[in-house]
Nanobody, 117 residues
Framework: QVPLVESGGGLVQHGGSLRLSCAAS????????MAWYRQAPGRQRELVAS???????QYADAVKGRCTISRDNVKNTMYLEIRSLKPEDTGVYYC???????????WGQGTQVTVSS
């Protein structure tokens, strides 16, 4: 069973917006810092944004000002809203979470985001 399940990806026009969701289905452990990563074709996976359990956030320079990460600790769900999408935002977006018990590093299978020019 995949511990984290992403949704909300798709094909969007340049300048559009998307809201991605990450649900920690079946995860009973406490989730600490959660994050979104993305991987463009031919490139390494990179951090997009992270959020601590207390709500402190950090963003990659490439998305700063266009992106909002949030989470609901009761629902064990994390969100990523991206605005003013650019073709270079295209990639597979992965959800990541640090768990308080083994396995400590959780990943989802990813959701594809494609931004048309």
């Amino acid at each position: 069973q995949v511990p984290l399940v992403e949704s909300g990806g798709g094909l969007v026009q340049h300048g559009g917006s998307l809201r991605l969701s990450c649900a920690a289905s079946g995860v009973t452990s406490r989730l600490n810092t959660m994050a979104w990563y993305r991987q463009a074709p031919g490139r390494q996976r990179e951090l997009v944004a992270s959020i601590t359990r207390g709500g402190n956030t950090q963003y990659a320079d490439a998305v700063k000002g266009r992106c909002t990460i949030s989470r609901d600790n009761v629902k064990n769900t994390m969100y990523l809203e991206i605005r003013s999408l650019k073709p270079e935002d295209t990639g597979v977006y992965y959800c990541n979470a640090a768990s308080s018990s083994s396995p400590y590093n959780l990943w989802g299978q990813g959701t594809q985001v494609t931004v048309s020019s």
